[in-house]
């Protein structure tokens, strides 16, 4: 399969907890990620399709767009624990990598493309990656 990718940055602060919880017993679960940090974090972004005749499955630059404006733009030195998203579940990069999947799957197919993978690194060695279900 022919594939392009785009890789993306940006800084965040979050904390791991569950809601319900005291601090201590997250403490206990999360360790000292438990507490208020921080990561500047890597995205790439996956995506597949046919070869149009200008040679691109999608011009970088659209690809990067629609990533800024959905993603960059509410990411970028937030809080993430604000949003709505991780309300109800922690700010993990498994839970940050299947809810950018939902998000740019349909803006990805409404362009004639399918995103193929959705990866985020936390630390330069600990990453999640999302594939669509086969
Ligand atoms: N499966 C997951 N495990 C952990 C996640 C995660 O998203 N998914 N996240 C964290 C924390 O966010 C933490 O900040 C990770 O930072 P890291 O530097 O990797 O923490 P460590 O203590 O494990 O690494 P050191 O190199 O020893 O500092 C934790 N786990
Ligand atoms: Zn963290």
Redesign the pocket.
Same mark, same amino acid.
């Given at each position: 399969m022919l594939t392009i990718t785009r890789e993306f940055r940006f800084d965040a602060a979050?904390r791991?907890f569950l809601n319900g919880l005291t601090d201590r017993e997250n403490r206990d679960i999360?360790?000292?990620?438990s507490k208020l940090?921080g990561?500047t974090y890597r995205l790439r972004v996956t995506v597949s399709g046919r070869v149009h005749p200008n040679g691109m499955i999608l011009d970088f630059t659209d690809l990067k767009q629609i990533v800024d404006e959905k993603i960059i733009a509410r990411y970028d030195h937030a809080f993430l624990n604000e949003w709505d998203e991780y309300r109800d579940q922690?700010?993990?990069?498994?839970?940050?990598c299947l809810h950018i999947f939902k998000v740019l799957f349909p803006c990805f197919e409404a362009l004639g493309a399918v995103l193929t993978r959705v990866q985020i690194c936390?630390?330069p060695? @600990?990453w @999640?990656t999302v594939t669509p279900d086969v």
């Open positions: 979050h791991l999360f360790g000292q990620c940090h990561h922690p700010t993990t990069v498994e839970n940050m936390e630390t060695d @600990a @999640a």
